[in-house]
């Protein structure tokens, strides 16, 4: 199938913009962008941003032109469709079918500074580590519960009466040894799971002098990943925060 464009009717920047997608795969979608040269930068989680002056250049290159809803409605019954609100980006997105024949399990992970729609299911905490040695920081990670050979952010899991913020930082003290005020906190992004109900895992973040820690803790590398750790689900979140980098998915 042919990839879609709508019109460049929608302003920002100075500019004018069009909606770029595929009806039938992220992969098609950014062989097409690749080809075209259009930035990474430019994809926002399903689909890529087309300023006005490259609209003909596309639609040379094969793209066929539609309506805006013509474009929602095809993305939609394509299951590529990615919601979020207004200052989030959707980061990665995995589909997991294994909830029986004709359902499955979507899990998006947003960069965001907004708080989780409901009461989220966790919360892990993104704790950076400054070095005078260094301009990148390093990154806070604890043994994983389920194996002794990898590493996972450090955090707990949540009930409705719980204050986030500080049932975070008394996660953190407990697992590595280090103390955080709560109110340093901040909310840098959320794990989305989509199936039979939603559920929402939250991220915070913090920068502190990096210090000893307890046997099972470690600072570990951000350009690098320990142990596994970056292909964690919530690894491109680290290189988001770090870089402002934008993983395609």
Do not use: C
């Not at 003909?56 to 094969?62: D, I």
């Not at 309506?67 to 990665?92: W, Y």
């Amino acid at each position: 199938m042919p990839l879609l464009i709508d019109e460049p009717r929608w302003p920002a920047h100075g500019r004018l913009w069009s909606h770029l997608v595929s009806d039938t795969s992220f992969a098609e979608l950014h062989a097409f962008a690749d080809a075209l040269g259009l930035p990474p930068r430019s994809f926002e989680g399903d689909h890529y941003d087309v300023p006005a002056e490259r609209y003909e250049a596309v639609l040379a290159a094969g793209a066929r032109p539609v309506s805006i809803r013509q474009l929602v409605v095809a993305l939609h019954a394509s299951g590529l469709r990615r919601p979020k609100r207004k200052g989030e980006r959707v980061l990665a997105s995995t589909f997991v079918p294994d909830v029986g024949p004709g359902r499955g399990v979507r899990r998006d992970l947003l960069a965001s500074i907004l708080p989780a729609p409901v009461t989220p299911a966790e919360v892990n905490v993104l704790v950076f580590g400054a070095t005078a040695t260094t301009t990148r920081p390093s990154l806070l990670v604890v043994h994983a519960p389920t194996s002794d050979a990898s590493w996972s952010l450090p955090g707990t899991r949540l009930t409705s009466a719980d204050d986030v913020m500080h049932a975070a930082a008394a996660a953190v003290s407990q697992q590595t040894g280090v103390r955080l005020n709560p109110r340093t906190l901040r909310i840098s992004g959320h794990t989305r799971i989509l199936g039979t109900a939603q559920t929402w895992l939250t991220y915070l973040t913090t920068t502190v002098a990096t210090a000893p820690l307890s046997a099972d803790a470690l600072w570990a590398p951000t350009d690098v990943g320990l142990g596994g750790s970056s292909d964690a689900p919530w690894w491109p979140l680290v290189g988001w925060i770090v870089d402002r980098r934008q993983p395609r998915t």
